[in-house]
């Protein structure tokens, strides 16, 4: 649990129910917070939120337990030593040169999604942010892109914005295995794409989000990182954010910048959680798997609802989503879970993302740690996300995409090598 050793059980902890929930959840429920949506929140449904989120503080950690038995793990510090201090293996051959070349062709489609977005968008919005002149224009532009993108979605979606920074992770495990110069500028063309695409849309986390994944791979690959690196990290993240929230929103002081921040930090994140409490029944039916995915909530439901987020969101800015300034309202995945399916989701689902995040964990902690394996776990051990949607969590077609893919190309590496092997025999 050493802040200089983060893995995904210690950033679930920390960071999402700790500092993105536990906390803003604290202060709200003992009334403060200025928060448009906040404001809307009884004081009744203050504390019951508090004792929710309080409940997730115990029940998440209990379905990672169970899966810990199930895994037999006696011993969960050795598992993760020996892991973390092991060397990086190939995983086809010495050199890997049978799934590189599947590896290659997904940086290819990685290149070409960044092409095709911008021809679909139609314009580079990094070029533009010094001619908005104001918050609102920014929002408009980035709910443009994203809610109103007009291309083939799962070649932004998945291709563009998963693919590429995964990739990314990928390459540089692979300097680290090899030291070569070759795999060194395969790790920078991706990095440059990487860095094109997470700040296409002027958001200001997406940057932060791919540090903090990038210092969490060096843990996975060097056992820690030394304190004065991690400190460093911490400083250069908050300037950076700073930084980013004046270059977006010009002409205002820095009380405001200040008071903006620690709101959006402690209090927008969790704030969608209290109002659902609150909505659900009451203004909205329990959506239950309507809201899940468009086709197949149409297939086995007979009907689609919008999810829980966004009606959320139509229902405390009506008039700035149909602006389409507005999108989806953060929450906790605990939030969704109660506007889905009521005391059964509150009760149920953090035990169920436990044991998900616990599977994943010891699963990847317990195979070879191949360049690959490494860039996944990096990768899912921030993107887990649970200040989020709960309904990724039963059917994510990004995610089931992204493993689809990696196993497909694995799948024709090892064809590739045993059609090399038997002609190398017959000869």
């Given at each position: 649990m050493a802040l200089n050793r983060l893995n995904m059980i210690s950033v679930i902890f920390y960071f999402y129910l700790v500092f993105m929930s536990y906390i803003g959840a604290t202060f709200i429920a003992n009334g403060f917070g200025d928060n448009p949506v906040i404001n809307l929140v009884t004081s009744e449904y203050r504390f019951l939120g508090w004792i929710i989120v309080s409940y997730v503080m115990m029940a998440l950690p209990i379905g990672i337990l169970l899966i810990k038995y199930v895994f037999k793990i006696n011993n969960t510090a050795n598992l993760f030593n020996n892991y973390v201090f092991g060397n990086i293996v190939p995983l086809t051959s010495k050199?890997?040169?049978?799934?590189?070349?599947?590896?290659?062709?997904?940086?290819?489609?990685?290149?070409?999604?960044?092409?095709?977005?911008?021809?679909?968008?139609?314009?580079?919005?990094?070029?533009?942010?010094?001619?908005?002149?104001s918050q609102a224009d920014v929002l408009m532009l980035r709910n443009s892109i994203n809610r109103?993108?007009?291309?083939?979605?799962?070649?932004?979606?998945?291709?563009?914005?998963?693919?590429?920074?995964?990739?990314?992770?990928?390459?540089?495990?692979?300097?680290?295995?090899?030291?070569?110069?070759?795999?060194?500028?395969?790790?920078?063309?991706?990095?440059?794409?990487?860095?094109?695409?997470?700040?296409?849309?002027?958001?200001?986390?997406?940057?932060?989000?791919?540090?903090?994944?990038?210092?969490?791979?060096?843990?996975?690959?060097?056992?820690y990182i030394k304190w004065k690196f991690f400190i460093a990290f911490l400083i250069i993240a908050i300037l950076g954010i700073f930084l980013l929230f004046v270059l977006v929103v010009r002409g205002?002081?820095?009380?405001?910048?200040?008071?903006?921040?620690?709101?959006?930090?402690?209090?927008?994140?969790?704030?969608?959680?209290?109002l659902m409490l609150q909505i659900f029944p009451d203004v909205y039916n329990h959506l239950g798997f309507s809201s899940l995915s468009r086709p197949l909530?149409?297939?086995?439901?007979?009907?689609?609802?919008?999810?829980?987020?966004?009606?959320?969101?139509?229902?405390?800015?009506?008039?700035?989503?149909?602006?389409?300034?507005?999108?989806?309202?953060?929450?906790?995945?605990?939030?969704?879970?109660?506007?889905?399916?009521?005391?059964?989701?509150?009760?149920?689902?953090?035990?169920?993302?436990?044991?998900?995040?616990?599977?994943?964990?010891y699963f990847i902690l317990r195979s070879k740690k191949t360049p690959i394996l490494l860039g996944f776990l990096a990768f899912f051990s921030f993107k887990v996300n649970l200040v989020s949607q709960f309904n990724q969590y039963i059917y994510n077609s990004t995610v089931f995409a992204l493993v689809i893919i990696f196993i497909v190309s694995y799948a024709l590496a090892l064809m590739l090598k045993q059609t090399k092997n038997r002609k190398v025999h017959s000869v």
């Open positions: 050199k890997d040169s049978y799934i590189r070349i599947f590896l290659y062709g997904l940086t290819f489609l990685s290149f070409i999604s960044v092409i095709y977005v911008v021809l679909v968008v139609g314009k580079i919005p990094q070029l533009q942010l010094f001619g908005l002149s109103g993108f007009e291309g083939i979605y799962p070649i932004k979606s998945i291709l563009f914005e998963q693919l590429t920074p995964l990739l990314s992770y990928i390459a540089y495990a692979y300097y680290r295995m090899t030291n070569s110069l070759k795999d060194k500028i395969w790790f920078y063309i991706l990095l440059l794409l990487t860095l094109f695409m997470l700040t296409f849309t002027l958001s200001k986390s997406p940057l932060i989000g791919y540090g903090i994944i990038f210092m969490i791979l060096k843990i996975y690959i060097d056992g205002t002081n820095l009380e405001f910048v200040l008071i903006f921040l620690f709101n959006r930090i402690f209090f927008d994140q969790i704030s969608g959680t209290f909530s149409s297939i086995f439901i007979g009907s689609y609802s919008e999810p829980a987020t966004r009606l959320v969101m139509e229902y405390a800015f009506p008039a700035a989503t149909e602006k389409g300034l507005m999108n989806l309202l953060s929450t906790l995945f605990i939030g969704e879970a109660w506007a889905n399916f009521g005391w059964i989701g509150i009760i149920i689902s953090p035990v169920y993302i436990g044991m998900l995040a616990g599977s994943f964990y």
